[in-house]
């Protein structure tokens, strides 16, 4: 069942189609608007993070590894101080944590002072590309990973960290990440339920817009899809290589072939990564953890497929206007029985067009 909220924007109202269940209760996909990359965490979000054991896992078994004994930078270290706490009680020389937002700076300062850290770890408040922080750190943590990789500022905030804030030869946590991208039917991913946001979402959806000034197109996240629903196979459209050729931007051109007859109305990606180098990375698809995974429409409508055809994509990221955050970019040619079919679509870090898109206007009704 679904029904339009109203909120307030500016003064104006905006429509936001709600579903109790959007995902329905065999899929368990659930519709999100992405958060990771705007400033709108709160404990609720924290929470969440701090309570993925597979991505907590994989980052405190390479600061373990890699920490003792060394100085250690925690880039967006959260209320909790995750990285630059577990830093100093496995024997990090001392620790540096910086926090952007306000509020989670003034929870984190609190927390420092009642667990005893004041004289191991220093905070920072701020954007850690504008900041100094003394002398180089030899690793650096930031969990900045996006659910799609590099939405949340990562290559632009750690090739910086690489270059001022890192001794030469110091190591980033994670190692790799790369976003991965297949053809889908949105109505699949969802397991047939309206398209139609989680009632949580919605207070989400308003900081965004509230931070905006504006309300825009937000890139889709949708948590627990169903593998199955993938329809072609896939590939590697973005690529982050932490210690290695890091680019903030970046161009990759992937063929997706369909696997088995349906119908194609645009991509999944999702995430990989890896905080170690002989690790296993961790898929967000196929493994449980907070990341989710991110539909990016392409065709107006539905665009029946057979095994075979196939899906030449074009996936770009382009460093967006505050320098920091990516713009997505997507182009994609259909190869059907039936002819060619081309389609674009552009998903701006800070959003400029809204309802651009027919899933757009179906969410947002006017």
Not at 249 to 278: F, H, N
Not at 305 to 324: I, K, S
Not at 325 to 330: A, E, S, T
Request: hydrophobic share 45%; with cysteine; net charge negative.
């Amino acid at each position: 069942m679904t029904e339009r909220l109203d909120i307030l924007v500016g003064g104006k109202k905006v429509g936001v189609r709600v579903a109790d269940r959007p995902g329905g209760a065999a899929a368990g996909a659930v519709l999100w608007p992405s958060i990771g990359e705007y400033p709108v965490y709160d404990s609720a979000l924290y929470g969440a993070l701090t309570s993925d054991e597979s991505r907590v896992d994989r980052f405190r078994a390479a600061v373990r590894a890699l920490a003792p004994g060394r100085r250690v930078l925690d880039i967006g270290t959260g209320e909790h101080l995750n990285w630059a706490r577990e830093s100093v009680s496995c024997g990090a020389s001392g620790a540096v944590a910086i926090e952007a937002m306000a509020e989670t700076f003034r929870n984190a300062s609190a927390n420092r002072l009642a667990w005893g850290l004041a004289d191991r770890v220093t905070l920072l408040h701020g954007v850690s590309t504008e900041l100094e922080i003394g002398p180089r750190a030899e690793v650096c943590v930031a969990e900045v990973i996006g659910s799609v990789a590099g939405a949340e500022g990562a290559a632009v905030v750690l090739a910086d960290a690489r270059r001022r804030h890192l001794v030469p030869g110091g190591v980033v946590v994670p190692h790799r990440c790369v976003t991965r991208a297949a053809a889908v039917n949105l109505r699949e991913v969802l397991g047939g339920a309206p398209v139609a946001f989680a009632p949580e979402a919605v207070p989400y959806l308003e900081r965004i817009f509230d931070w905006s000034g504006a309300p825009f197109d937000v890139r889709l996240r949708i948590a627990d899809p169903a593998p199955e629903a993938l329809l072609s196979t896939e590939e590697e459209v973005e690529v982050l290589e932490f210690n290695g050729d890091l680019r903030a931007e970046q161009e990759r051109r992937v063929r997706l072939t369909v696997r088995r007859p349906g119908s194609v109305d645009g991509v999944l990606t999702w995430l990989r990564i890896a905080c170690l180098p002989d690790e296993e990375p961790l898929d967000a698809l196929r493994d449980p953890t907070s990341w989710a995974s991110v539909y990016f429409p392409l065709f107006d409508a539905e665009v029946p497929v057979e095994r075979g055809d196939t899906l030449d994509l074009t996936f770009r990221v382009r460093t967006g206007t505050d320098g920091v955050h990516p713009d997505y970019h997507l182009a994609a040619t259909l190869r059907t029985a039936a002819g060619e079919l081309s389609a674009t679509h552009s998903s701006p870090h800070r959003g400029l067009g809204f309802r651009e898109h027919p899933v757009h206007r179906t969410l947002f009704p006017a």
